[in-house]
């Protein structure tokens, strides 16, 4: 499966933006989908994902403020990300994960950055 993501950008703290990653290619399950964010000098960490019947998960740091969904018909995950912090700043990818929430797919990074 071949992953898009968009939907970055510059936005001040407190601020909304709304990522989206369309999927196409092979067999598309949206069901294990994720959302990962890697900050200058950090390592790459799971933001939030879907999985299935287990529901979705959130990273501490970005719970109450981000949702992510999905749109089958468009083959899209979405993340909203509300209420946003200079220390949410990163670049953002996009995932396709196996039930073993094992990453099989990367989509290309899209850079989110927040002006305090």
């Known amino acids: 499966v071949q992953l898009q993501a968009s939907g970055g950008g510059l936005v001040r703290a407190g601020g909304s933006l709304r990522l989206s990653c369309a999927a196409s290619?092979?067999?598309?399950?949206?069901?294990?989908m994720a959302w990962y964010r890697q900050a200058p000098g950090k390592q790459r960490e799971l933001v939030a994902s879907l999985n299935g019947a287990y529901g979705t998960d959130y990273a501490d740091p970005v719970k109450g403020r981000f949702t992510i969904s999905r749109d089958n018909a468009k083959n899209t995950v979405y993340l909203q990300m509300n209420s946003l912090k200079p220390e949410d700043t990163a670049v953002y990818y996009c995932?396709?994960?196996?039930?073993?929430?094992?990453?099989?797919?990367w989509g290309q990074g899209t850079l989110v950055t927040v002006s305090s």
């Open positions: 290619g092979s067999i598309f399950s949206t069901n294990y």
């Open positions: 995932a396709a994960r196996n039930y073993y929430r094992v990453v099989t797919s």
